[in-house]
């Protein structure tokens, strides 16, 4: 019997994980859940943003279902003791390098999205995010100059294997999609990014049936919100797949519809909305649990080797958002546990 681990976290997190609770059990496939504090919420009940019981649960258990953390009373503890630590520290220590990042707009969502609806019709790609690496973990800290002035530093790097298994995902999903991969970087400013590009390069050379493309971020930033509809997959960075997936899902709707799977190769993975604890919400019932429904999905289909669930969660949210169930960021008035209720009716 599989174990999903349960880590609602804070804010929202735990309003929306919720609601994928309910949709993974009323599929009746004889799953077991086990839940865990991270997070701020650990950091209150255990003294730290994720103890020893909450990283040993998710080692143990078959997949791991993410809500997310944070909250600005916490932001001024020393770094360890952040929640965000939690997730970069999970990421860390399960090995999960690839994020899988899908947007692709709903139909019905046209006119939530912020383009004009012609031009978000045409959304559906997929952002492959490196996740282990580059700023989020080089080393870093404040520190005086020579001439005592305060100065802050993150060191950006990759070494070429890091990126070299990025790309053999990026390679692959775009093989089993349209064959279109475009990597991103910023190789006319950064090193870490010439370094990335020229990897890239090479690992091509075993998919002469992909065409790369290459393109800096910052063009891309601008490219998603031009025309989305050329993109298929795209390979990046931990911090440009951040950024550019915020960017997408707002191509794509809301940032409350975008699901991510965090993978290692071993089939064990970690599932989240790529949104935040959105604090200015939380404990509203606003909060659109879609994005962590469609990550329970995703659980099932990359971890449990349950496509034709994955595929009726995701028809069951299709045909609720088709039927004119809508949370407030989509321009509707469900409470999120009745947004929950809607797809659960269409399972
Ligand atoms: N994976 C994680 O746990 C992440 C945690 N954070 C943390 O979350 C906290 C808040 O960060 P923000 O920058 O405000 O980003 P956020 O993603 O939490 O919220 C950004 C905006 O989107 C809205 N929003 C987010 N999710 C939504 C949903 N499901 N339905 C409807 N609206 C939604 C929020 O209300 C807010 O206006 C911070 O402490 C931050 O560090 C941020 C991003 C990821
Ligand atoms: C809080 C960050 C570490 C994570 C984040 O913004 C994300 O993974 O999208
Ligand atoms: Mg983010």
Redesign the pocket.
């Known amino acids: 019997m599989p174990l999903i681990a349960l880590l609602p ?5 735990p309003e ?1 994980v919720a609601e994928a609770r309910r949709v993974l059990e009323a599929l009746d496939l004889d799953l077991t859940f086990e839940s865990a504090p991270v ?1 701020g919420a650990a950091y209150e009940a255990l003294g730290h943003p994720l103890p020893p019981s909450t990283l040993d649960l998710a080692q143990r258990a078959d997949a791991v279902l ?7 009373r ?2 001024s503890l020393e770094r360890a003791f952040r ?2 630590q ?2 970069l520290g999970l990421r860390k220590a399960l090995g999960l390098f690839a994020n899988l990042r899908p947007a692709k707009l709903f139909a019905g969502l046209e006119d939530a999205s912020a383009l004009k609806p012609e031009v978000a019709g045409a959304i559906d790609l997929v952002i492959i995010r490196e996740l282990n690496g580059d700023v989020y973990f080089g080393e870093k800290g404040q520190r005086k100059t020579a001439d005592g002035r305060r100065e802050g530093y993150d060191i950006m790097s990759y070494d070429e294997d890091q990126v070299r298994r990025i790309a053999h995902v990026g390679f692959q999903t775009a093989r089993g999609r349209t064959g279109k991969l475009c990597s991103v970087d910023k190789a006319n400013v950064l090193e870490t990014s010439q370094l990335w590009r020229d990897v890239v390069i090479e690992v091509s050379a075993e998919y002469s049936d992909v065409q790369l493309t290459h393109m800096y971020v910052d063009n891309a930033a601008m490219q998603l919100v031009r025309n989305p509809g050329q993109f298929d997959t795209i390979v990046t960075g931990n911090l440009f797949g ?1 950024i550019l997936s ?1 960017q997408a899902s707002m191509c794509a709707g ?3 519809m975008l699901p991510s799977a965090s993978l290692n190769g071993t089939g064990k993975g970690m599932y ?10 939380a404990g509203q019932g ?7 429904i469609l990550s329970a999905a995703m659980l099932l289909r990359h971890s449990l080797n349950a496509a034709a669930a994955a595929d009726r969660v995701e028809a069951a949210v299709t045909a609720a958002l088709v039927a004119g169930s809508r ?3 989509l321009g509707g008035a469900l409470s ?1 546990s009745a947004m929950g209720d809607a797809v659960v009716a269409k399972l």
């Open positions: 976290g804070d804010g929202i997190g929306v997070g993410f809500g997310a953390v944070g909250d600005a916490y932001d929640p965000e939690a997730i951040d915020d809301s940032i409350g989240e909305p790529i949104h935040g604890s959105a604090p200015d919400i606003k909060a659109n649990p879609c994005a962590t949370t407030p960021d999120t």
